[in-house]
């Protein structure tokens, strides 16, 4: 079978190296223009992004530590929410692992360590409960400096180079027997009964396929040719704007294990620490504020002058269907969303698995079964929908200091399911089963931090929800001792690791 990738940003060699290697036997040729290039942003990922890279399940040809090497990327344990309450001195961190009993206990979903460390420990401690949150609180990582490896764990994220990291796996892609590449320009598409039978170069032959993937970016090359439609999630995620721009480190500051999503008076600005830079952007709503007074107020915020790429409209939704015909589109053409919580690229090889892990047959017929693509564009629907869900919710801890925050605090961006949580937490705390669980989903680990971290959970009933689903008895014994027991675990491997900061200078000096 011929599959045509259009793009060789992020997604586009992402997808190639997934469909490689789940099938050896199609051929795949990816068409990007260099000319157009490829939008350079997007520096935070998630785990699935590490998972690629350290070949999980699936040989990509991936080498993690020469990929640190050559794109100065840096591991990422958690966000650091800043200033997202009223109290905008406020801050916490949310490790991306969850805490150990994230996804519950003793065959129930409460999630016992994180009820227990809600009423027992202060914030900085509730951290402990996480091994990602362990090693930032006791500043180390995960690097075993004897073995010279990663430790066997739930994969960490990386802060990322979006430009350098897109080269790296194309470089990577290209070492494949059924990859191949050509750097022109698609100009048209032509159709046959309503599928695409092929695309039109500016410079070279026409080229058949028989599945298209769609990862041209905004620029949307494919779909745009098929009968689809845009949805906006504006109405729940206003910021449309964003203002990136790079710093250098001061004096000795170090690249911290964590993101930071810093809440401002019209938005938000994230900081992701690479090796040698440090990438920032203002992700701001342009019915609130313009540019030239966003940069203004960051500056203002940030004590220095910044000198900003541009400003990125963010047209902030995603396509109805991801899959129509013979054509899907996967990336910022497929859904966007504002950066909040790193989601892109995550979806991005979600939805790639799941296509060629699963949707994708040796033959096309067996690969546009109508039932097969309704499933995956339900299932696609519904990972966005809950990206939509989780990224609302983050803005519900009453900050109310500016027009922007006085209209968030007015209810009207919140979805339906926002409001569920909402109205439910004010008799019990979550429990893992309250959300949806797939593969790539947000679920209980991450809302847990988020929602303690903007003062919704009653701490006080914390320990109620954990009697009343765990043993008599257990909770005062058990939970506790599992917390010990965990931090003398961690505590022994952490004896073999590099502290966070000899990570980094280890990395930095194989790069000179
Ligand atoms: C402000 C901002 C911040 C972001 N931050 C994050 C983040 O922290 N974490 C995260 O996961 N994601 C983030 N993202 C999203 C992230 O940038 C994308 O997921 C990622 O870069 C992949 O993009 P892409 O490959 O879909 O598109 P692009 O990088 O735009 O690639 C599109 C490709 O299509 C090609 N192309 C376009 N038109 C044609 C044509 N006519 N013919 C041939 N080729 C064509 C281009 O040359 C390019 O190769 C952010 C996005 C924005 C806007």
Redesign the pocket.
């Known amino acids: 079978m011929e599959v045509v990738i259009?793009?060789?940003?992020?997604?586009?060699w992402l997808t190639a190296l997934i469909a490689s290697a789940r099938h050896p036997n199609h051929n795949i040729t990816v068409?990007?223009?260099?000319e157009?290039?490829?939008?350079?942003?997007?520096?935070?990922?998630t785990g699935l992004f590490t998972d690629i890279l350290l070949n999980e399940g699936t040989n990509f040809g991936c080498d993690i530590q020469d990929f640190i090497v050559e794109t100065g990327s840096t591991i990422k344990y958690a966000i650091k929410h800043r200033g997202w309450t009223n109290n905008i001195d406020d801050y916490y961190i949310g490790p991306i692992d969850g805490s150990y009993t994230a996804n519950g206990t003793v065959g129930v979903a409460t999630d016992a360590l994180f009820a227990w460390g809600l009423n027992k420990l202060n914030r900085e401690n509730l951290l402990t409960i996480s091994q990602f949150g362990y090693w930032i609180h006791q500043g180390k990582s995960n690097f075993n400096k004897f073995k010279n490896n990663f430790l066997d764990t739930f994969s960490h994220a990386m802060h990322i180079d979006?430009s350098i990291a897109g080269k790296y796996f194309k470089k990577i892609a290209c070492k494949r027997n059924n990859i191949s590449y050509i750097d022109?320009?698609?100009v048209d598409v032509k159709l046959s009964n309503g599928y695409i039978k092929s695309i039109l170069l500016k410079n070279s032959n026409a080229i058949n396929g028989d599945l298209f993937v769609d990862?041209?970016?905004?620029?949307k090359?494919l779909m745009k040719h098929l009968p689809n439609k845009w949805i906006s999630y504006n109405d729940n995620l206003p910021l449309n704007s964003?203002l990136?721009f790079q710093l250098k480190y001061k004096n000795d500051d170090m690249p911290e294990p964590y993101t930071t999503a810093w809440a401002q008076k019209n938005g938000w600005m994230?900081k992701?620490p690479l090796m040698d830079r440090i990438g920032h952007?203002y992700?701001f709503c342009d019915s609130f504020t313009t540019a030239d007074k966003a940069q203004e107020e960051i500056e203002t915020t940030l004590g220095q002058e910044i000198d900003p790429i541009g400003v990125?409209k963010?047209n902030v939704g995603r396509q109805e269907s991801a899959w129509v015909k013979n054509c899907v589109a996967i990336?910022?053409?497929s859904a966007v969303f504002e950066?909040l919580e790193?989601?892109?690229?995550?979806c991005?090889i979600v939805q790639a698995t799941n296509l060629f892990g699963e949707y994708v047959k040796p033959t096309i017929e067996d690969t546009l079964n109508s039932g097969s693509m309704s499933i995956y564009n339900r299932r696609t629907r519904n990972i966005y929908e809950d990206v939509k869900d989780f990224l609302v919710l983050h803005y519900m801890g009453g900050r109310d200091d500016s027009e922007f925050w006085k209209y968030i605090k007015t209810g009207a961006t919140q979805t339906e399911y926002v409001k569920e949580l909402l109205e439910m937490v004010k008799s019990r705390i979550p429990s893992a089963r309250d959300f949806p669980q797939y593969y790539g989903s947000p679920g209980w680990p991450l809302y847990s931090y988020v929602m303690e971290g903007i003062n919704l959970l009653d701490k006080s009933k914390s320990l109620n929800e954990i009697n009343f689903n765990v043993q008599e008895g257990d909770i005062e014994e058990l939970t506790p001792m599992k917390h010990y027991e965990l931090q003398q675990r961690w505590g022994e491997e952490a004896k073999y690791t590099y502290t966070y900061n000899e990570f980094i200078e280890h990395f930095r000096n194989l790069r000179t």
């Not at 157009?36 to 990922?45: A, D, H, Q, R, Y």
Request: aromatic share 4%; charged share 10%.
């Open positions: 259009v793009g060789g940003g992020t997604a586009g068409v990007e223009s260099s157009i290039g490829v939008i350079g942003v997007g520096e935070s990922t979006a022109d320009e698609v990862c041209s970016g905004f620029n090359v964003a990136p994230w992701v952007g992700v990125i963010i990336g910022l053409s950066p790193a989601t892109s690229i995550h991005t």
